[in-house]
Every structure is written in structure tokens, then in C-alpha cells.
């Protein structure tokens, strides 16, 4: 069957609203695309487990530790899934790995800023986490079956956090007057790089084009900015929080927020690695990475061990 044969076909599919399968015929583009997209996904799970991971022992009452422990150790199940995901289109997941070392490949430009307080717990919990929701809402709806599907239990377990983060957010805006003035930082500090993490205008993204052909993407990065900034002005209206941006305003014509311009060059530089913690999170994850080898040896040892054993037997 020819290469423009197969393709054919499987934009047909793509349009009937078919979902394309691991062992189905697909074009290199399409593979390598997925590849990029659900690697950098599972690696921005597993960065992220940095910054909450940093509190753990320091969170302010024994609840508050409990719930923060569920969640890293969703986020990092989150990562698992996603690397299974990815595995199934012909990439190991050590490959993936020595991609994100070797800084082929990225992770999201929200883990690049510190947790400075407790109240950031909060503002990543219901900013970060609620952005990621919105996106990953759109992506139970990818053409990719097993992404698809991972969508379904991650959108679930996020909307968790999200609720943990509001609360945090919610009950400091209760508090004293240092603690709202804490709130109020992180909220500062966070709003602009939540607004940054659904990516830049699709015009300004060389891969834009083919993931809508695809249907890996159904909704622009615009729009589902846009869903998340009037979802959210809401719920900070509700507590007390100010947004930090003198542009923001409701317009009755579009019946949707008007918001100021993001400062794409700091985008662009926290994803070059010039970000402020871009070194410390890349050299944490190596770190912990190589000290675990012992433990992947092992467990490779016992399934060599054990297929030899079961070989024996079928002999």
C-alpha cells in the first residue's frame, strides 16, 4: 500500500471521528507528533511533583499534609500513564528520558518557578491545576485512543487538586491580614505563568497546523486560554483576590473577559532553560534518576529470571 494511500485513508478516518489505535496504520508525522506531545506531558507530571514535593514536611497541619501526599503521588501516576501512552507508539520510556536529560525534550514552563510559600501550594492547586484541566478536558477528545483515555482518569484526579488549591486560597483569604497578603502574592506571582502554559497563539506554533488536521487538537491554545480567564475571575471575585492585570475587563459584546498582552519573551526564555529554576529541577530529576538505577536493575533482573524460569517450564 503506498505512503499517500495510507494517509488517505486514515484522514478519512480522522474525520468520520475515529479513534486511531496503537497497532493501526498511521503517518510518521502523526507518531512522531504524539511522541513529542505525550512525553513532554508525562515529563511535566513528574517535574512537577518538585515544587509541591519541596513542602511536604512543612505543610501547616497533619490534613494539609495528607491531601499534599494524594496529590504527588496522583501527579505522579498521572506521568506513568502517560509514559505508558507514549510506549505504545514504538518509544521507550528510557528514551524518553534521555530526551528530557539531554533537553531534546521539554516539560511545561509553569515548574521553572519556585514555591516560595504556602499560599503557592494553593495558587499551583487551583491556577496550574485548573488550567491543566481545561486543556486536558479538550484532550479526552484526541484522536489518539490510549491519550484519549488517559485524559478520562487524569481530568478526574485534577479536578481533586484543583479543589485543594481553592481551598488553601480560600481559607488564607479567611485568615489574618498577613495571610491574605500572602494569597494575594502567589496569586501575583502565578497568573501570568498559568496564562503561559496553554502555549502561544496557534499563528506564532510551527505544529499547530497538523494537530488540528489530526485532530489531536480540537480547540485552540487561545480559546481554552480564554475558558480558563472567565472561569477563574469568577472564583477569585468570590474570595476576595484581585487578578493581576489592570487590563482585565468584561466585554458584554463577546461575552468574555478582555485581558492584557502576556510577555511571551519571558515564555520564551523560561522554556530555553533560562528560567528560574530550570537547573535546580533538570539536576534533581537526574539525580534522583541515577540513584534509582540500582532499582531498575533489579527489576529487570527478576524478569529476565522469571521468563527464563517460565521457558523451563513450558519446555
Known amino acids: 500500500m503506498s505512503t499517500e494511500h495510507i494517509q488517505n485513508a486514515f484522514q478519512q478516518r480522522l474525520d468520520k471521528g475515529d479513534f486511531i489505535e496503537p497497532k493501526d ?16 506531558h508525562a515529563h511535566s507530571e513528574v517535574i512537577g511533583m518538585q515544587p509541591e514535593g519541596n513542602w511536604i514536611t512543612r505543610a501547616p497541619s497533619l490534613r494539609a499534609k495528607q491531601i499534599l501526599l494524594a496529590k504527588i ?31 531534546k525534550a521539554k516539560y511545561s514552563n509553569i515548574f521553572n518557578y519556585p514555591a516560595l510559600t504556602w499560599a503557592d501550594i494553593g495558587a499551583i492547586g487551583w491556577l496550574v491545576d485548573g488550567a491543566a484541566i481545561v486543556n486536558q478536558v479538550s484532550l479526552q477528545r484526541t484522536s489518539f485512543g490510549p491519550y484519549s483515555r488517559a485524559m478520562v482518569r ?24 498577613d495571610q491574605k497578603e500572602m494569597a494575594q502574592d502567589a496569586m501575583n506571582r502565578w497568573w501570568w505563568p498559568a496564562l503561559m502554559m496553554f502555549g502561544p497563539h496557534d499563528s506564532d ?6 494537530a488540528f488536521k489530526w485532530k489531536i487538537k480540537r480547540e485552540s491554545n ?22 493581576p492585570d489592570p487590563k482585565l475587563k468584561w466585554n458584554e459584546a463577546k461575552n468574555h473577559y478582555d ?57
Not at 479543589?163 to 489574618?176: K, L, V
Not at 487561545?222 to 487578578?243: C, H, M, N, P, S
Open 205 to 210: 506554533s510551527p505544529h499547530s497546523g497538523d
Open 259 to 315: 485581558h492584557g498582552e502576556i510577555n511571551w519573551n519571558e515564555f520564551h526564555e523560561v522554556i530555553r532553560g533560562n528560567g528560574p529554576c530550570n537547573k535546580q529541577r533538570m539536576e534533581h530529576h537526574i539525580k534522583v534518576h541515577e540513584a534509582g538505577a540500582w532499582v531498575r536493575e533489579a527489576a529487570e533482573a527478576y524478569k529476565k529470571k522469571r521468563l527464563n524460569k517460565e521457558s523451563l517450564v513450558t519446555i
Open 25 to 40: 496504520d498511521m503517518p510518521d508525522g502523526y507518531r512522531t507528533h504524539l511522541i513529542r506531545q505525550i512525553s513532554q
Open 154 to 177: 487524569i481530568c478526574k484526579e485534577e479536578s481533586f487538586h484543583q479543589r485543594q488549591g481553592y481551598e488553601i486560597m480560600a481559607h488564607m483569604m479567611n485568615g489574618t491580614a
Open 73 to 103: 503521588q496522583d501527579e505522579g501516576g498521572h506521568g506513568l500513564y502517560l509514559y505508558s501512552a507514549a510506549e505504545t507508539l514504538g518509544i521507550t520510556r528510557s528514551e524518553m528520558i534521555q530526551q528530557l536529560h539531554s533537553g
Open 222 to 243: 487561545d480559546e481554552l486560554r480564554q475558558r480558563f480567564i472567565d472561569k477563574t475571575v469568577q472564583q477569585a471575585e468570590v474570595i476576595g483576590l484581585t487578578i
